[in-house]
């Protein structure tokens, strides 16, 4: 469904016609009222629809689930990050003459930094001591992920549930849109009412809600097993 198609909807809903919504400034308050629902419904939920590849150049250094992830190695179009599934270092391919990448070699990712104490193997007796070597992982530490030894910047493929952009009027296409257009339309005209008059304003059920909001979980939750793979 189109942007166009679904406000049409949400105002037909609502007993207007779309052109009597007004906008605040540039600002298109249906569009916006849409957008606060998709935030809101990612802020606490996260979609396995929205799940890609991304890749992140890693060090001892921050790199910012913000700024960091690209949707390709080198890139410039970002790719903001919701959670962060798994790293692995990655090798290119040409198919048909377009590039592809492919996971080669899985990188942990661990809750803090952590020393692995390796005890060399030699045939009995054999002399030494346990050695002290720093593994090679990754840890987040609030909305960032590090790498527990590099110090050249290394990047690697990142499996992430993106947090999905604000769409624009021009919107043709989103998971949303396409797949929960039911339980968006009345969060949309929820958000609305901030714009009304207490006698103007939509009053949906909760009930009504929050068995929409069950059906889009439980859809999404449903595509976790289709068509995965465990790499390890």
């Not at 929205?50 to 410039?76: H, N």
């Not at 070597?133 to 499996?159: D, E, I, K, R």
């Amino acid at each position: 469904m189109t942007y166009a198609n679904f406000k049409d909807l949400v105002c037909s809903y609502d007993n207007r016609l779309a052109a009597l919504y007004a906008s605040v400034g540039a600002q298109d308050v249906v569009l916006a009222a849409m957008n606060d629902a998709r935030r809101q419904a990612q802020r606490k939920y996260k979609f396995n629809l929205a799940k890609r590849v991304a890749f992140v150049p890693l060090s001892i250094l921050a790199s910012p689930f913000l700024t960091s992830f690209k949707s390709t190695p080198g890139g410039a179009t970002t790719v903001v990050v919701n959670r962060l599934d798994e790293l692995w270092e990655y090798s290119t391919a040409t198919v048909a003459g377009s590039t592809g990448y492919y996971p080669t070699n899985k990188l942990d990712i661990r809750r803090r930094v952590e020393l692995e104490y390796a005890v060399p193997q030699r045939p009995w007796p054999w002399q030494g001591s346990a050695v002290a070597t720093q593994a090679s992982f990754a840890y987040c530490v609030g909305p960032n992920v590090y790498h527990s030894n590099l110090t050249t910047q290394t990047t690697f493929m990142a499996y992430v549930v993106e947090f999905l952009p604000d769409l624009d009027a021009s919107a043709t296409s989103d998971i949303f849109l396409d797949y929960f257009t039911d339980w968006l339309k009345f969060a949309t005209l929820m958000n609305l009412n901030i714009w009304k008059k207490d006698s103007e304003r939509f009053n949906i059920d909760s009930t009504v809600m929050q068995t929409l909001w069950d059906s889009v979980t439980q859809y999404d939750s449903n595509q976790e097993s289709i068509g995965e793979i465990n790499l390890d």
